[in-house]
């Protein structure tokens, strides 16, 4: 009898990647055929893994789950199952206004979506999974939920309080992703300085970096959503002390303002951060800081966005991110901050913030010609190689464009020289 088939489809962040990925190794070890994101319009079952962190991703999700539900208006698939961050939150209220879906499930809960679909009991190991990723690289996600309830963000209202795995489970699912050929992890959760608290007494992101880089096999250990207040400074002599742990720290610290900090309910002041970030500097010579910065929160007056602007023009962060507050219904600030700035007002100022960090970046990325640098390489194009540094993440920072001239693979490490710089591109060719 053949399998039964059924796609899965991802949205959002890499964490939903991770879950899509448990869920693919269940289906497949309870028997059916699985796909993901394939575009052939014809299965058996489509299951829909949504997010529902913002405005935009919300209404992606819709889009989605639409666009299927006419796909099986059409006969194109036979059954269309929802799950994930949205549903978590507004379950009763999709079940009611997209009827053609025919399951329904929360965030997490796989096991019981493949026991359903399949009439048993998915017997796969709690951390396995298909990757989805290139197979050199892949991302481990040590916990779920988060604890700090900023006024701005429905995250916890959707996953719940913050819930760590154990050092022994993670370091067990590294050497499997290992043993299939994973070079590069990048570590993440919604909040990596609370790691181990709920389960240690303590942070312990430190003991899990440094046990995570004794793995064989793999190279690259990058971190991901580290939170300002309560960073624990023991991890930068790991960093600091390991070669395979990358020179590189994901540091959402979305505003420079005491009044906005404060209105955002960060527990950090201007000045407590200005401090964090020159002690990280000092004790990672060279660390490249990823961050991701708000315009136009409540309490953000033309003083607050100049302060702002000056503090990104000093700080001079290598990566960064930015968008505009969007009120979250639930959220502290939906519910006692009104959202009084003009949605232009708020594309101006982002335009402006991002207009001084192309800058900055093409400034970083000139000041790396005429270097040596170690990249991975991640793909081929028609004209060059694509690689990365271990100061890029994937998909969200700069490239390397690796001139050909003998074969590469993906997956492997190549010293190169870094010829021409763009502001979100290097171009090289291999070192001698």
């Not at 190279?219 to 395979?244: E, G, K, Q």
């Not at 040596?372 to 694509?386: F, G, H, L, Q």
Request: net charge negative.
């Amino acid at each position: 009898m053949p399998k039964r088939s059924v796609n899965i489809v991802s949205l959002g962040c890499s964490k939903n990647l991770v879950d899509s990925e448990r869920l693919m190794r269940m289906l497949s070890d309870v028997g059916f055929a699985v796909s993901f994101e394939s575009e052939t319009p014809h299965h058996d079952i489509v299951v829909i893994n949504t997010c529902g962190f913002i405005g935009d991703a919300k209404e992606e999700s819709i889009n989605s789950i639409l666009a299927w539900a006419e796909a099986k208006n059409r006969g194109d698939i036979k059954q269309l199952v929802v799950m994930g961050c949205l549903t978590q939150r507004y379950m009763d209220e999709l079940k009611e206004e997209i009827p053609e879906v025919d399951r329904w499930y929360g965030k997490t809960d796989w096991v019981n979506m493949a026991t359903d679909l399949s009439k048993q009991y998915p017997g796969s190991a709690p951390y396995d999974r298909v990757i989805t990723t290139p197979r050199h690289h892949a991302y481990l996600k040590v916990a779920e939920g988060c604890n700090r309830f900023c006024a701005f963000c429905a995250i916890p209202l959707i996953t719940g309080r913050f819930r760590s795995r154990s050092v022994e489970q993670l370091v067990e699912e590294a050497r499997m992703l290992a043993s299939r050929g994973v070079k590069e992890l990048n570590v993440i959760a919604q909040d990596l300085s609370s790691y181990g608290k709920d389960l240690y007494g303590k942070c312990e992101l430190a003991r899990l970096v440094d046990a995570l880089a004794d793995v064989e096999g793999i190279r690259w250990i990058r971190l991901h959503y580290l939170y300002p207040a309560d960073f624990p400074m023991d991890l930068l002599d790991v960093m600091a002390r390991r070669p395979n742990v990358c020179k590189y720290l994901d540091l959402a610290l979305q505003h420079s303002s005491d009044t906005v900090l404060g209105n955002m309910r960060r527990h950090i002041t201007a000045a407590e951060t200005e401090e964090l970030l020159e002690k990280i500097r000092a004790a990672v010579p060279g660390i490249h800081i990823r961050t991701t910065l708000m315009v136009g929160f409540p309490g953000e007056g033309e003083a607050e966005f100049a302060d702002l602007m000056e503090f990104v023009r000093k700080q001079r962060f290598e990566r960064m991110g930015a968008f505009a507050y969007c009120e979250e219904e639930g959220t502290y600030a939906a519910n006692n901050l009104p959202d009084s700035i003009d949605p232009e007002v708020k594309q101006q100022r982002l335009d402006q913030l991002m207009a001084l960090q192309e800058e900055i970046s093409a400034s970083v990325q000139d000041s790396k010609v005429g270097s040596r640098m170690k990249v991975i390489v991640d793909r081929e194009e028609p004209d060059y190689y694509v690689g990365r540094t271990e100061f890029d993440s994937p998909e969200v920072d700069p490239e390397v464009l690796i001139r050909k001239t003998r074969k590469m693979h993906p997956g492997e490490f190549v010293n190169v020289l870094i010829e021409s710089a763009m502001p979100y591109e290097l171009v090289a060719r291999e070192a001698e």
